[in-house]
């Protein structure tokens, strides 16, 4: 099992650090998303309402996350990244369906075609992650999750924003995030595997297993809480 009790590395110390950072960050997230809503018209509340309940869970995982990480066990922090996930992503996609409708560009059908797409991706993510690295299924369960993801950029991409104004910028900065931003995500896994595939010894694995934890905290804050404060700014400006 990789933990990092085993090398007081400069990298395994840096992962607590982003660990505490991901904690820190999600709670300032949740306060300023719920300072936040008490300035907005009601008919665009949902949009604070939304980013607050994505960060507030995130800050419980992180929290548990950050607490696994400090006594040495990093690896066990998976199956909670997961949960964060499957609960937090289907809500990202709300909020921007939010914010979508604002600029005036909300297809009909859009957030449940996302929806399911997001949900296929995030457990096909989760089962290639438990794979063992190297075996087909694993490559399998990669690929699905990563079409999957693709399912999501193309209808998002397909947004034609009618309205005017900020939502309209926000809209199209959101769709950045879900291609540039979400893609950390699975490149975070791959890395993980190829550097786990035919590793020597356990010290390599986790070294993977670290600078992944890595990317997925510096993807995590950015498509929670910097998406929140963009999706927020929209619906203010709106």
């Known amino acids: 099992m990789a933990s990092l009790t085993q090398g007081d590395s400069m990298l395994a110390i840096a992962t607590v650090a982003m660990f505490i950072l ?16 008490s300035e ?17 869970v995130a800050t419980i995982m992180y929290f548990m ?6 006594s040495g066990s990093v690896d066990q922090t998976m199956p909670l990244r997961y949960i964060d996930w499957i609960i937090t992503t289907p809500l990202l996609l709300l909020e921007f369906g939010v914010v979508a409708s604002l600029a005036g560009s909300v297809k009909k059908g859009l957030i449940a075609r996302l929806m399911v797409a997001d949900v296929i991706m995030i457990v096909t993510g989760f089962l290639g992650e438990i794979a063992s690295p190297g075996q087909l299924m694993t490559y399998v369960w990669f690929i699905i999750s990563v079409l999957a993801w693709i399912w999501i950029i ?3 991409f397909g947004l034609k924003a009618s309205g005017k104004g900020y939502a309209v910028q926000a809209v199209n900065t959101m769709k950045w995030f879900v291609i ?8 975070g896994t791959a890395i993980q595997q190829f550097m786990s595939i035919g590793a020597a ?12 934890a890595i990317i997925y905290i510096i993807a995590d804050l950015t ?3 910097v998406f929140g404060i963009v999706a927020v700014r929209a619906a203010k400006n709106s």
């Not at 996350?65 to 400090?70: D, K, P, Q, V």
């Open 40 to 56: 907005l018209k009601a008919a665009h509340r949902s949009v604070a309402i939304y980013a607050s309940i994505i960060t507030f």
């Open 223 to 225: 498509n929670k809480v």
């Open 22 to 37: 991901g904690f820190v960050g999600m709670a300032a997230g949740t306060l300023y998303f719920l300072q936040e809503k």
């Open 201 to 212: 010894d356990d010290k390599s694995v986790m070294t993977a297993g670290l600078i992944a």
């Open 180 to 187: 540039i931003g979400w893609s950390i995500y699975p490149l």
């Open 154 to 156: 193309v209808e998002v």
């Open 65 to 70: 996350m950050m607490n696994l990480a400090t």
